[in-house]
């Protein structure tokens, strides 16, 4: 059955084992091993090494009757030998022997010989007369053991019981026969002693012989055996029970003793002696009442002790040890002694049993593990890092797996076959081949046949041969049959081409960062040591977890060579290159998200560019005639015409099929296909490639073969020969019977089918013509009737249903799966009238004897890396369909049960709960199916070796799972387990089906979207924007989904359960980076689509129109009009007939759902696009008379419809219905425009000279008119019924408003001025709903108010540019618009004016137009190319919040859920981190330049143009600013009392936040300066010392200075968890801790001398852990002062910006990731990655790739980043790890999901503004501020006091206070101030001291602190440091 070619089927994806045991003594053994054993290994190959394991043990069944004979054993151990992946042998050799089995055939002359024998001895032979019967069918003929046939039915149990009964008893009668006569032949020498055995071996000893004897050294090691060697095995009472049955057995005997048994006794003394084959026929004889009373009851005689010994010490002496000596064979021997008293006992057997399980186990799981791993260098198709177009390379080796399998059946050379052979080798023909017949005429198998021999037909050269057939593909679409065949022609070039290792080879490491796989963290602690951190591929998975880590591997990973055909051909519009010149083969990728044109492009460019005489390409392509109708010819119109040299094409073409003919005849014109010849002969009369002498003569280049039938004798020949392969033969009289039906039918496949029917036939059979099936389709009903009869058909019609009804075919372990859990299936199989069993199953034994009655035509292949069971014959599917599948609902009921199967909800490998219960009198069944395991994705077991963290891709499931879903109709579950799940997803992307998956989503599969059409749309959207990304790296695809889906949730809340599984993921990885708060999108998912054929780039669009249902229609310059459906799908031509195909279109207008296409001879042709897909002619009686030629416009209204003329003053009116023109109408001037009232009965035309006309369409009569006054053109007219008012819009942009209550005479209201004469409008939008109108001129975009009829804005042109064309969007916030020359569409919200997004349409081209369909956008770009955009998501990222421009800073207040940045203007931003929206806004009068927040989120400093301003967080109110302070910084204590401000060039001042007094002067100006932990100093640098300057005084107080290296200090860091300690930082790079209040000194760490630090990028933990020193030349830098040592981050790329926590727990740093060697244009690879490094171990947590441009980078204690980016949006990303928690984050993520998006302009926006006057000194004051400034530092030098009327410089009087106005909020409620409090504080003592650096600790104190830090490891460093103050006794150093 195995149909794999050799080599390829060997090794399969399942693990067949046979079982092999005497069945008499291992019923036990063999249930633990069940239960146990086979479950479990067979879950773990599934997880780990994406492998099944099938075990079939012959003897399950406890009905004898259904043991296989030798013969089907035989064949069943040779399916597993050749099928298996792994071990495919298994014997439990036990302490009994087991009984002789009987032989099924015998030879003729063997038979007679004993027979002979037999009557000499005088010996009656009776019984074996009767039990075998002659047959000369069998080659040698021979004898035929007559057995009766399995029932079909199963009887009573008291039948059956009986039926064994007298079946054992026969069969013992025949076994001493056989054992009697076997032994005179052996004494006279009539035979040898080894085949005289073989009537005494038993099925165990047959099993292991056929196995092991004569088999490679290499199939013996894949087996293994298990003996089990019993001491004492029988008790006492078994032995004296024997005894007795033996002496009783030998009176009976004596007495009722036969004539030939006495005559048999007399000539016992000449036989050989005891132990002897005398002694075993007796011993056999006497034993045969004695039965085992084991669990199964089995009715087989015991043989005697002796005896067994005998046989089991010949397996066990001297033929297993031979083989463990020869060829290594695995044989495992245990020996168990029992008590002589009781025997083996039960508890004895089960203690062997849970051994023999442990160790069976182990044992398989080495072999399995040890097979797998030694032929996987390949990568395995479920992997997961799967090589660039895996999918494509898996589908090239299965077509050609399917080539070979489909050759073999090719018995009958066809004469056809050297007319494909000249073709072939004919060097000059530019046409294809044709291959034609009818069904089941061989065109597949001849195409397959030929396929294999062209490399020995075109022997001088190096064909590359590519056999497709389409029919057999798991994907018959038409894009896929081109990415295969750009693929395989790709990988054919480049195989022999590029000496590179081949594209099945692994992944090597780049030589630069091979040394990144290991990791250093030992070494002195003193001295600086480095480490290599983890810095692995892009990879979200590849990440932290709990369990089952692995160690990361550097990213920069190179692959092999895997030809990319998308990109052979870089430019696809370019022409064709020169011939001498041909494009390299690249290493890129191949591009799923290619469009069909340019693939079909890629097509071309192959097949002109790489074949040449040397290296020729042949194209085979069969099976295009079976497939969808829609998709035959597109595949011929596909294929280039005529062929490029050195390029062949086969097409197999059924003859029923004439319009595909007919279409490769049309598609290849210059090629004259030969008649057809009456009979269907082939019409060429000439060789193929033979030249006529004269040039007019017409060359038959186009070769058209049809098949002919072969002739009676072929197929006569064809049969004999297979039943001679099969050892059979038939007699005459069967012969001339099958002779006559071969002359009934010509088929092949009825010749294949007759021999089956054949080897069922015995030589006394009766034949007759009436028993023969006339037919193919009668030949499979009747061998489906033979295998009903034979097998249950129960069992027949669900198997056969099953694999026909499986999109790709089943495995034998699916098939048997799906039998066990079939209810009808058990039912049946259990027998009747016994008690029903808990637990029940189908054996795997029963289902493989059908298969291999199967084999011939049920072959195995291989479908995405597993061997499947598939029809060789689309016939068979057919007759199966047909016989057990005729009605819709049994099809529907068998897709469900594949569709619980592969979903999990039915049971996969487990026996299944059977309750049958009998209330009513008949058999009810009710099933109990427990939830399997059958994930879209294996997670890999933790205790296995070879796991790799990552898990196997279920391939089986995401094949078969949608198909079954989608036939049986569960579209429910489809959509929401399969099409909106995020594990199906990862599983298709994985298994590089990114191109199928996207296919699916956007509903061009047959899969209904209709519930969620635009949920599907946009995954499709994201997933080809991102293909490039996820195809090398598609374990990103939740990174992916995360970030560009959140933003979008708001607007697709059905989308949030696929939120919901991304968060759900993390945590189950234990870690990751998350979108706690996304960013504003800078872009729109966007769905393409363009044309679908090369000819349209030849072509330019111009004009559009769209039907309010969607439909968009085109027209291209040269007159041909194309047409874009709903779904979108690329645009199709459309094709006109008869003489209407030689119309040429000159435009398009739309109106309602109907399309008007003018044409070049002015004919009208209208379609309804909702309707039948026909065009309705308008005909105008009087075009001709009133000249009317070329339509302006048209408008339809309650089936009529109104036509208006260029340049004519008519108006036409037709009936659609009834296709007749109704009436014409004549204005005074030429129309411009019209429009219908509501209920048709008038017409409002619009004319040049500034009228409106006015009809009623019931009288047919003209009844008023309205004149402007300027006589301007009108463009646009709208009527308001309700209101009675009509505007009319003019050239000049001015707007008439009349009433029209009294038509006859309207009155004008009002006239608006909007634009200017000057300029051009070039449309108008109109929105009813919004009451607006947009104006689109050149420089500017006007909005009017149609309410009022007031103008809202104008929006101007950015300068330089020019607006072409403008729609409102939906909800009338955003309007998008066209520049002139630009192919970007950009939106402007209309609230602020302000461009908000630019849109890529993806066209390379200038766009023509946009036009709104229902709630969707489209840009319609000149080259065809269709952009749409959903309406919800462009208001979604238009109007989401950002900043005017880069943000700059960001505090955070995160207990309360708010943050606030600035970007440098005048405002400052409050977000609410739940929500992401903006709600808040501090404005100032000038740009802001610092903030800080105050530690109880009550109060927010801001600097801004020198002025202060304190802000209340919870009010907004501005409570206090202070001007004219000249600060460059402000600072905040820690306890929130005191705001200090740090002025470069003036007083630096600390000030109370409550009431703005000033506390003190601080005359130095410190840089870098820092508020102690304590709120006690101001700790800053000034002029390379450190100073301490208190709060309350002002003056210095401490001063660091080191003055003995006279180095300068150059960075220092509080510490808020140490507040006393200042880390320390000189230029030397030596760092020191600083103890201020003890004025003390500790030197830490010496950074090497050449070490090149950032101080603008120098940060410190709060805890002093870690200090973040640089961030140079791809590497982190990071100073470990814990473990006193350095480490290194190794980075892909440069680092932009980078952060520690305040904690000390993780670095997070964003960088550039490389550039892509392949010039990547995904927008997602260039993009800067966010990476989280955990600072205790130096491993990755998580990374994030940033959809925009980062500026600012900020951490938080609580574990989360906060990002600004360069648009103004900002991002916050969570940080989940094993010993932290996101979830305040992820919930707060998780509720916005069932929310309804709010429009953010609805959203209340508290605008904070200044409201209080900045408070300025007058000018004396300044002059004495700047004097006394000046003084003071004059003093500080001299060492004197500072002025003390410094201090109120800068207070304000409480007169002054009391009359400032205070701010109040926007929402108009006054606010209150607070109550100021007084505070005391008490002096400190100040003191001015030069503290020099500490000298160098002595030998003895460094031992002690090194022992100090081995046994205090767990403290944290300051605690040792501490530690070390307190043992030195340390004093100030200044003395």
Not at 463 to 484: A, D, G, M, Q, R
Request: glycine share 6%.
């Amino acid at each position: 059955m195995d149909g794999s070619p050799p080599g390829l089927g060997r090794r399969s994806s399942c693990v067949k084992v046979y079982l092999s045991s005497n069945p008499e003594d291992s019923a036990v053994e063999r249930r633990a091993l069940r239960e146990t054993v086979f479950p479990r290994l067979r879950e773990h190959c599934r997880h780990t090494l994406g492998v099944d394991v099938r075990v079939i043990d012959p003897f399950e069944s406890s009905d004898p009757s259904r043991w296989p004979d030798q013969t089907v054993r035989q064949q069943l151990m040779q399916e597993c030998r050749e099928s298996s992946a792994g071990p495919f042998f298994i014997a439990l050799v036990g302490h009994r022997y087991g009984t002789a089995g009987i032989p099924v055939r015998v030879e003729v002359a063997e038979y007679q010989q004993l027979l002979q024998v037999c009557q000499q001895k005088g010996i009656g032979t009776q019984v074996l007369e009767r039990s075998y019967v002659r047959d000369e069918n069998t080659v040698p003929p021979s004898y035929r053991l007559l057995r009766p046939l399995t029932h079909a039915h199963r009887p009573q149990q008291s039948e059956v019981q009986g039926n064994i009964e007298v079946m054992a008893d026969t069969e013992e009668e025949l076994r001493r026969m056989f054992q009697t006569a076997e032994g005179l032949c052996e004494q006279e020498k009539l035979m040898t002693s080894e085949d005289a055995n073989s009537y005494y071996r038993s099925a165990l000893e047959a099993d292991l012989r056929f196995a092991l004897e004569d088999q490679s050294a290499e199939d013996i090691r894949r087996c293994l055996v298990y003996v089990h060697k019993i001491i004492h095995a029988t008790g006492q009472k078994e032995r004296d029970a024997l005894e007795q049955m033996k002496q009783d057995s030998q009176a009976r005997l004596q007495v009722k003793a036969t004539p030939h048994m006495r005559n048999f006794s007399s000539h016992q003394g000449s036989f050989p002696a005891a132990g002897g084959i005398c002694d075993r026929v007796a011993t056999k004889w006497l034993q045969s009442g004695y039965k085992e009373t084991s669990a199964n009851h089995f009715p087989w005689p015991v043989l005697h002790t002796q005896s067994d010994e005998l046989f089991i010490s010949r397996l066990c002496v001297n033929f297993l040890p031979g083989l463990v000596a020869s060829h290594q064979l695995l044989v495992y021997t245990t020996a168990t002694e029992c008590d002589p008293r009781h025997g083996y006992t039960s508890a004895r057997r089960r203690g062997y049993a849970e051994s023999l399980c442990q160790q069976l186990y182990s044992d398989l799981l080495g072999l399995i593990d040890s097979s797998i791993t030694s032929e996987s260098s390949q990568p395995s198709s479920a992997s997961q890092t799967p090589c660039l177009g895996a999918s494509l390379a898996r589908e090239q080796a299965e077509q050609a797996e399917l080539c070979s399998i489909l050759s073999r059946l090719y018995h009958v050379v066809q004469p056809e076959e050297e007319q494909v052979r000249a073709y072939v080798e004919q060097a000059e023909s530019r046409c294809p081949m044709v291959v034609a017949g009818g069904p089941c005429t061989g065109k597949t198998v001849l195409l397959a046949h030929c396929a294999q021999q062209i490399k020995s037909w075109l022997a001088d050269s190096d064909p590359v041969v590519i056999p497709y057939f389409f029919n057999l593909s798991i994907n018959p679409t038409l894009k896929h049959l081109l990415s295969s065949l750009c693929y395989q022609i790709a990988h054919g070039y480049s195989e022999s081409s590029d000496p590179s290792p081949k594209p099945d080879s692994k992944p090597f490491l780049h030589p630069k960062l091979q040394s990144s796989h290991t990791s250093t963290f030992s070494g002195h602690p003193c001295e600086p040591h480095f480490y290599l951190g983890s810095a692995p591929p892009l990879d979200p998975h590849h990440e932290l977890g709990t369990e089952g880590h692995h160690p990361q591997v550097n990213p920069c990973l190179t692959t092999v060579r895997n030809p990319d055909p998308g990109d052979l051909c870089p430019n696809p519009d370019a022409k064709l290159r020169p011939a001498d010149h041909k494009p390299s083969i690249t290493d890129h990728d191949f591009k799923s998200h290619l469009t069909f044109t340019q693939l079909k492009e890629r097509l071309s460019s192959l097949l002109f560019h790489f074949p040449s005489t040397k290296r020729p390409v042949v194209l085979m392509l069969d099976g295009i005639d079976q497939t969808d109708e829609n998709h035959a010819c597109p595949i011929i119109q596909c294929l280039p015409s005529p062929l490029p040299p050195s390029v062949k094409l086969i097409l197999a073409v059924s003859t029923n099929q004439v319009h595909i003919l007919q279409a490769i005849k049309l598609h290849y014109p210059q090629c004259n296909t030969p008649p057809y010849m009456a009979g269907g002969k082939v019409g060429v009369e000439k060789k193929v490639g033979e030249r006529l002498a004269s040039d007019q003569a017409e060359r038959a280049d186009c070769v058209y073969v049809e098949l002919k039938a072969t002739d009676r004798k072929t197929r006569v020949r064809m049969v004999a020969s297979l039943l001679n392969s099969a050892g059979r033969r038939v007699t005459s009289g069967q012969q001339a019977i099958l002779n006559q039906a071969l002359t009934s039918c010509s088929l092949m496949l009825y010749a294949r089918l007759l021999h089956i029917h054949a080897l069922l036939w015995s030589s006394d059979s009766e034949v007759t013509e009436s028993l023969l099936p006339d037919g193919v389709h009668s030949s499979i009903s009747a061998l489906l009737d033979h295998l009903e009869e034979k097998h249950s058909s129960s069992l027949v019609c669900r198997s056969l249903s099953y694999i026909t009804l499986s999109r790709t075919g089943l495995t034998e372990a699916e098939l048997t799966d799906l039998l066990s859990s079939d209810d009808k299936v058990l039912v049946e199989c259990t027998e009747q009238g016994e008690a029903p069993l808990l637990k029940t199953r189908v054996l795997q034994v029963d289902v493989e004897r059908l298969l291999l009655d199967l084999r011939q035509f049920l072959v195995r292949r291989k479908v995405a890396g597993t061997q499947v069971l598939f029809w060789i014959s689309r016939h068979f599917g057919l007759v199966v369909g047909k016989r057990y599948l005729g009605t819709q609902k049994v099809r529907k009921e068998i897709h469900s049960l594949l569709a619980d199967y592969f979903s999990g909800q039915r049971g996969y490998g487990r026996v299944k709960s059977l309750d049958t219960t009998n209330e009513s009198g008949l058999n009810n069944t009710t099933t109990t199916v427990s939830a399997t395991d059958q994930p879209f994705v294996f997670k890999p077991l933790s205790s296995s070796p070879s796991s790799k963290g990552i898990g196997l891709v279920n391939l089986r499931k995401i094949l078969e799972l949608p198909h079954h879903l989608r036939k049986s109709e569960r579209w429910e579950e489809l959509e929401r387990e399969v099409m909106m799940s995020l594990g199906f997803h990862q599983a298709m992307v994985r298994a590089d089906l990114l191109g199928d998956l996207v296919t699916m989503l956007e509903g061009e599969s047959g899969l209904p979207q209709a519930s969620l059409p635009r949920e599907g749309m946009l995954l499709a959207s994201i997933l080809k924007s991102s293909a490039c990304l996820l195809q090398s790296l598609p374990l990103e695809l939740s990174m992916v989904m995360e970030t560009r889906l959140l933003p979008y949730l708001g607007v697709y809340p059905e989308l949030g359960g696929y939120a919901r599984d991304i968060w759900q993921e993390r945590r189950k990885r234990g870690c990751g980076v998350g979108v706690a708060l996304h960013p504003a999108p800078t872009d729109v998912p966007s769905f393409h689509s363009s044309l679908s054929t090369a000819r349209a780039g030849e072509s330019v669009l111009v004009e559009a129109a769209v039907t309010e249902c969607g439909t968009v229609v085109g027209v291209m310059d040269d007159g041909s009009a194309w047409i874009w459906k709903v779904p979108w799908s690329e645009g199709v031509e459309l094709s006109l007939r008869g003489e209407q195909s030689k119309l040429k279109f000159v435009g398009v207008k739309s109106s309602s759902r109907f399309i008007l296409l003018p044409t070049h001879c002015y004919k009208l042709l209208l379609w309804d696009a909702e309707g039948p897909e026909m065009l309705l002619v308008l005909e105008e009686p009087l075009r001709t008379e009133l000249g009317l030629n070329v339509t302006e416009g048209f408008v339809v209204s309650q089936g009529k419809l109104c036509i208006w003329w260029k340049g004519k003053n008519s108006v036409s009116v037709f009936d659609i219905s009834n296709n007749e023109s109704l009436t014409h109408f004549q204005c005074p001037s030429s129309v411009t425009c019209l429009v219908w009232s509501s209920d048709a009965c008038y017409i409002f035309c619009g004319q040049e000279k500034g009228k409106v006309s006015i009809f009623d369409m019931n009288t047919n009569n003209f009844i008023g008119v309205c004149s402007n006054p300027n006589q301007n053109a009108i463009l646009s007219v709208i009527v308001c019924e309700e209101k009675w008012e009509m505007a009319c819009l003019d050239t000049t942009g001015t707007i008439t408003l009349w009433n029209i209550e009294a038509k006859i005479q309207p009155v004008l209201l009002k006239e608006c001025f909007g634009g200017s004469n000057t300029t051009k409008i070039f449309n108008t939008d109109y929105s009813e709903e919004l009451c607006t109108l947009l104006v689109c001129e050149a420089h500017q975009v006007t909005l009017w108010d149609t309410c009022e009829w007031v103008l809202w804005g104008q929006f101007l042109a950015p300068q330089g540019r020019a607006f072409i064309h403008a729609v409102l969007a939906e909800e009338g916030h955003l309007f998008l618009a066209l520049l002139e020359s630009c192919p970007l569409v950009f939106v402007w919200r209309i609230s602020t004016g302000e461009c908000v997004l630019s849109l890529d349409t993806g066209a390379n081209t200038l766009l023509l137009t946009l036009i709104k369909a229902a709630s969707n956008l489209i840009s319609v770009a000149q080259n065809g190319c269709l952009t749409m955009w959903d309406s919800k998501l462009l208001y979604a990222a238009g109007l989401a919040s950002k900043m005017g421009s880069g943000v700059k800073d960001v505090v955070v207040e995160l207990m309360d859920k708010h943050f606030y940045t600035t970007d440098g203007s005048e405002t400052v931003w409050g977000w609410n981190l739940e929500t992401g929206i903006s709600c808040s806004n501090f404005l100032h009068d000038c740009p802001v330049e610092k903030l800080c927040l105050s530690p109880d989120k009550k109060h927010l400093l801001t600097l801004s143009g020198g002025d202060i301003y304190l802000w209340q967080t919870e009010t907004g109110q501005n409570t206090q600013r202070i001007s004219g302070s000249r600060a460059t910084d402000i600072l905040i204590t820690l306890n929130g009392h005191f705001g200090v401000s740090l002025s470069e060039r003036a007083l630096s001042r600390v000030w109370k936040l409550a009431n703005g007094v000033i506390v003190c002067n601080i005359h130095l100006y410190l840089t870098n300066a820092q508020v102690s932990p304590e709120s006690t100093y101001l700790i800053g640098c000034y002029q390379g010392d450190l100073l301490a300057v208190g709060l309350w005084s002002g003056y210095v107080s401490k001063r660091f200075s080191c003055t003995e290296c006279s180095e300068h200090i150059l960075a220092f860091h509080t510490l808020p968890e140490q507040p006393e300690f200042v880390m320390v930082m000189d230029a030397s790079g030596t760092i020191f801790t600083w103890k201020v209040a003890e004025e003390t000194v500790c030197r830490q760490f010496q950074l090497p001398s050449c070490f090149q630090y950032q101080l603008q990028i120098l940060q410190m933990s709060s805890n002093g852990n870690f200090v973040l020193l640089s961030t140079d030349d791809e590497v982190i830098t990071i100073l470990d002062l814990f473990r006193a040592r350095l480490c290194l981050v190794k980075v892909e790329g440069a680092v932009f910006k980078a952060g520690l926590d305040k904690c000390g727990c993780y670095a997070a740093y964003i960088s550039h990731p490389p550039a892509q060697g392949n010039c990547c244009l995904c927008n997602l690879h260039g993009k800067c990655v966010l990476t989280v490094v955990r600072l205790a171990d130096g491993l990755i947590v998580g990374r994030l790739r940033l959809c925009k441009t980062p500026l600012t980078l900020v951490m938080h204690d609580q574990p989360c980043v906060f990002v600004g980016f360069k648009d103004g949006s900002v991002g916050v990303y969570s940080i989940l790890d094993v010993t932290m928690n996101d979830g305040e984050f992820i919930k707060s993520r998780e509720n916005l999901i069932s929310q309804q998006q709010q429009c953010p302009c609805d959203k209340t926006l508290n605008s904070f503004i200044l409201a209080a006057r900045p408070f300025t000194p007058d000018r004396e004051k300044k002059q004495r501020l700047d004097r006394d400034e000046l003084q003071a530092q004059v003093a500080f030098k001299s060492q004197q006091s500072a002025p003390e009327k410094s201090r109120t410089i800068f207070s304000e009087s409480a007169e002054t206070r009391s009359t400032r106005p205070r701010s109040k909020a926007i929402k108009g409620h006054a606010a209150h101030p607070e109550k100021r409090q007084k505070e005391t504080a008490s002096s400190e003592d100040t003191r001015r001291c030069s503290i020099k650096p500490r000298r160098q600790r002595g030998d003895e104190e460094r031992r002690f602190i090194k022992c100090g830090w081995e046994e205090e490891g767990s403290h944290s460093y300051f605690e040792l440091l501490k530690l070390r103050f307190k043992v030195r006794g340390l004093r100030s150093l200044a003395s």
